[in-house]
């Protein structure tokens, strides 16, 4: 059964660091993987979406690599902002199209 | 504009009284599913349907029923609520097509029941 961890859990930097967030799967046999942001109380909102074939997306100032063989993926924040602070989440998706969510990483960037 | 629609955002019920939440998706969506958040426990999958009439249990079904009836909505129905059935609630649908695929989420129910 896939296994999705995430690391850190929890993370509070001062705004304008340059911050990774990891995620790592056991089975990498997959066809895509998702970040996603959620706000406290809200619904999650997809931030970048890399299909099994791709090596990377990027969006304005974040960057999601994957490296299936390994079963790792970064999401890249460049010069956060206060604005950034949410939890992330990320997602696989294998054989059965059924995602499997890591738990997330609660980030609080303080000005 | 592409979404995921829940109905309601918020319900405050008592215990053994059954009530339904609404999940619509205007995408044509063949996944749809339903997931409780609880603080550290993360996303859990309740129930999921791969396309119309086919519904399969997730990893916590126990309370919970659902129906797909029609493509586009896949409510999710609590017979009979208990207190540990309060959380919030997202429901998410998603495309498969060629090994292609991205979840799109409603933006929450939070059930309290007490």
């Known amino acids: 059964k896939q296994e999705v961890t995430q690391i850190p859990a929890a993370l509070s930097v001062p705004e304008g660091e340059n911050l990774v967030l990891n995620c790592s799967f056991t089975d990498s046999a997959i066809y895509n993987l998702q970040w996603f942001r959620q706000d406290p109380g809200k619904g999650l909102t997809s931030l970048l979406l890399?299909?099994?074939?791709?090596r990377e997306q990027t969006s304005g100032r974040l960057n999601a690599s994957l490296d299936k063989s390994s079963g790792r993926s970064t999401l890249y924040i460049a010069a956060s902002q206060p604005g950034d602070s949410a939890t992330y989440l990320c997602a696989v998706w294998g054989g059965s199209y059924i995602p499997t969510f890591g738990r997330g990483t609660s980030l609080i960037v303080h000005p | 504009e592409a979404q995921v629609t829940q109905n309601p955002r918020y319900l405050i019920t008592v215990t053994g009284k059954k009530l339904t939440v609404t999940c619509s998706q205007n995408m044509n969506h063949e996944y749809m599913s339903w997931y409780r958040q609880d603080p550290g426990l993360g996303l859990r999958q309740i129930y999921y349907s791969m396309n119309v009439e086919v519904t399969d249990k997730g990893d916590v079904p126990e309370g919970y029923k659902v129906s797909r009836k029609e493509k586009r909505n896949f409510p999710l129905i609590l017979e009979s609520p208990s207190p540990n059935q309060t959380s919030l609630y997202f429901c998410a649908s998603s495309l498969r097509t060629g090994g292609y695929t991205e979840a799109f989420f409603g933006q929450g129910t939070r059930l309290t029941v007490v």
């Open positions: 890399i299909q099994s074939s791709q």
